[in-house]
């Protein structure tokens, strides 16, 4: 552990060197606010429907005048529909009883309604059996199948309080209240388009997302290493840190300052998020969020354990230490440089087995190579390409997150160890042309 000592000096320097530049900052909120903005947008719109599911979104009939002729009692209408889990369907529904007149009677007073948007209902006993029927006004802007289903609701009412009447147990009321569900199933068959859509396209963009922060940050890590190993100023930090320390304080500084900045912006979306979700029962009273009908059905088509937040927690810990993985490798690469001009060169032989990886993942999942998938899960290469995505949406279970993790961390500290030894072996080849063979010949001697 001597190896290391002095690290957390390097750590608390070099993060304060990159989070606190004006452009760091910049980019952060800016960014941070453009996401929050279009997070929005975008479940505001999704949540908007369009003009014919909007006239279904909510009960057209406004006001119901209810005449009972078979001697069935009050009924809380308004109260009872309030309970129903459509209540927001029948916000604009109002119910008033009435007594002592005709049903052509009944018929006049809901046309005289100025809303135009009324009706009467009857419920009558005829052979002993109760009938619920709907009268609409040939003057009123409803139609036959909005009285229907007034009557519907009525009926379902009638219903309810008899049994509530009967004398029986709350719970016997409860079994004879529940409905008979039948679903037909093509047992074999395939899944949703959405599902496959999902699970192709979260791979893709998280793949590409995933590559540009690589990108961006470990240019960053490779640079400033080079610079040093390419300046005097590498013999004056060996004489008083050891590469251990040395490499492991950079590059953690860097990861921790790019996960505070990617921290940052996911709960910019989130935020972004539950505000558009505000904002669109308001604007859309009674309509489903589309975020959590997305959710829900991931857990129905793709695995239970999507978004739950064991897998949330675990698939951004993974994406840290498969973001730790690849900037230790750069930080190697940046190790390997002899000469400045030999720089981006490196770089650039980093960036492959990024490239690689993702298309791996990606034409794994796309080809449908569960096989391919199951190596892949465990190389540390692509783990960070395809782990994250899967617990979010299910695919892979807790388990296998955490091996996947695990196997990140152990390869990490490993490259760690050996871009230090290349470090330092490499100070007796400074201005020479690097090649595999010196850099081999570094590793095999102590």
């Known amino acids: 552990m001597n190896k290391f000592r002095g690290w957390k000096t390097v750590f608390s320097f070099t993060l304060k060197q990159h989070m606190g530049t004006k452009s760091y900052k910049a980019v952060t909120v800016i960014a941070g606010v453009i996401v929050f903005a279009i997070a929005v947008l975008l479940t505001v719109l999704a949540a908007k429907p369009d003009k014919e599911e909007e006239k279904a979104s909510f009960c057209k009939v406004q006001k119901v005048y209810v005449l009972d002729l078979a001697g069935i009692g009050e009924i809380p209408y308004t109260e009872w529909t309030a309970e129903l889990s459509e209540a927001a369907y029948y916000r604009g ?127 960053s890590i490779s640079q400033e290493v080079s610079t040093e190993k390419t300046s005097k100023l590498m013999e004056t930090l060996l004489t008083s840190l050891h590469p251990y320390a040395l490499l492991t304080g950079k590059v953690f500084a860097i990861v921790t300052s790019a996960i505070a900045q990617f921290l940052i912006w996911v709960v910019c979306i989130a935020a972004g998020l539950f505000a558009g979700i505000q904002t669109s029962r308001m604007l859309f009273p009674g309509v489903e969020s589309s975020i959590s009908m997305m959710v829900g059905f991931l857990r129905d088509n793709v695995g239970e354990s999507a978004f739950s937040p064991v897998a949330v927690v675990l698939a951004f810990v993974t994406f840290a230490c498969g973001f730790l993985f690849y900037c ?119």
Do not use: H
Request: charged content about 15%; proline content about 3%.
């Open 93 to 219: 529904l109002a119910f008033e009883s009435v007594s002592g007149i005709s049903e052509e009677e009944l018929q006049a007073m809901a046309a005289k309604e100025e809303s135009s948007m009324a009706l009467g209902v009857v419920i009558a006993l005829e052979d002993g059996v109760i009938q619920v029927r709907a009268l609409v006004p040939s003057t009123s802007s409803l139609e036959l199948n909005d009285g229907q289903e007034i009557a519907a609701l009525v009926a379902g009412f009638v219903e309810t309080k008899r049994l509530n009447e009967s004398g029986l147990s709350s719970y016997q009321i409860a079994q004879i209240a529940k409905q008979v569900s039948v679903n037909i199933l093509d047992a074999g068959g395939e899944n949703s388009v959405l599902a496959y859509l999902i699970q192709y396209l979260a791979p893709l963009i998280f793949g590409l997302v995933l590559y540009f922060l690589l990108l961006l940050y470990g240019q």
């Open 328 to 446: 230790v490798l750069s930080g190697m690469a940046g190790s390997m440089v002899t000469r400045p001009e030999e720089a981006s060169s490196v770089q650039s032989v980093f960036t492959l087995p990024i490239v690689i990886s993702w298309l791996v993942c990606y034409m794994g999942v796309l080809l449908e190579k569960e096989n391919v998938m199951v190596i892949a899960r465990n190389i540390p290469f692509t783990i960070p390409f395809c782990i994250p995505v899967e617990l979010l949406t299910g695919t892979v279970g807790i388990v296998q997150g955490i091996i996947s993790t695990v196997i990140l961390l152990v390869f990490s500290l490993l490259f760690i160890m050996l871009s230090a030894r290349i470090y330092r072996g490499l100070v007796l080849y400074n201005g020479q042309k690097m090649s595999f063979k010196m850099i081999a010949s570094v590793i095999r001697n102590k």
